[in-house]
Structures are given as C-alpha cells and as structure tokens.
C-alpha cells in the first residue's frame, strides 16, 4: 500500500472515532481536519471534498455495523421476521453499539433536511441494510420480503427514537414486547 493511501485510512480510521465521539455536530471540514490530525489542505489532497470525506467514513462505519451484526446474526440465519427483529433490536441497543445508531440517527436527520452529502449516504446505508436483513429472513426472495426487511429495520431504528427520546427503559420495554411476539409465533 503506498504512503498516500495508508494516511488516508489512517485519516479515516480517526474520523471514524471522531464522529462516534462527537456526531455531526463537530463536522466541519475543519473540526475534520484537525481530528485526524491533519491541516485542512491535506484533508482535501486524501479527499475531493467533504462530502467524499462524509461519504467514506461512513460508508466504513456501515461496514463495521454490518460485520458487528453479522457476527451476532450470520448471513443465511433463516429467521422469522419478529425473531430476527427482536435479536437486531437486542443488539442494537447493545452499549457499544449505540453511538453508531445515534450517528445514523443523526445523519437520517441531515438527510431529511437535504443536506449534501447525507441523503446520499442515508440511500446507500438504507439500501445495504435492507439487503442485510432480507438475507437473513426465512422468507423467499420478492416483494414480501423486501416489505418485511424494510418493517424490521423501521422497528430497529425506531428503538433508537424511542431510546434517545422517551429513555433506555421504554426501549427495553420494546424488546420485550417484541421478544414476547416472537416466542408466540
């Protein structure tokens, strides 16, 4: 690998602990530049602009949730919707886990408000997962099961809403209820 390419994913590797730490709001081309250690200038001789800066870091913590939650609920699991929802949702609210949800909540937010870059990433994170959570269904490809991936990843971000909201225990109480579904089906 040559220099240029190992500092930029060591560029990366400090954004990404930066925008766990800090979210959105220290996000500024500058605030970047200077997590990572790094003049402006040289942010932009490993990145186009920003939005490729945005675009890459978060298409790396994607990455990382995914391999995080594949480790925990293996491609091919064949699971029921509300088994599989319940197990994601358990997981997501993992401590650990949580500031890469309440990032993406952050950024689905951004997203919302057309700002650049973030309906962009939202699409392509949105896309991945949805492909994620339709592989570990026991539902045969089609319709039906696009609809029922997109269902559990509503009810799995939503946990998030309901955590940074209304508080861990009405999460939790969540959980519960979808777990209860779940042993009843």
Known sequence: MAVRDEQRERVLDA????LLATGLSQASLRQLAA????????????????A????????RLADGMARRLSVAIPEGADLAPWTLAARAGRFVLEQEFLPYMRLWLE???????????FADISRQVTQGFLGWIAQRLDQPPGPARDGLAAMILALVDGLIL??????????DAAIASLTAIAKAK
């Open 15 to 18: 954004l990404e602990t930066h």
């Open 35 to 50: 997590a990572a250690g790094v003049s402006d200038r040289m942010l932009l001789y490993y990145f186009a602009d920003k």
């Open 52 to 59: 490729e800066v945005m675009a890459e870091v978060m298409a």
């Open 107 to 117: 950024v689905v937010a951004a997203a919302a408000r057309n700002e650049a870059p």
């Open 162 to 171: 309901v955590e940074v909201g209304a508080g861990r225990e009405h999460a």
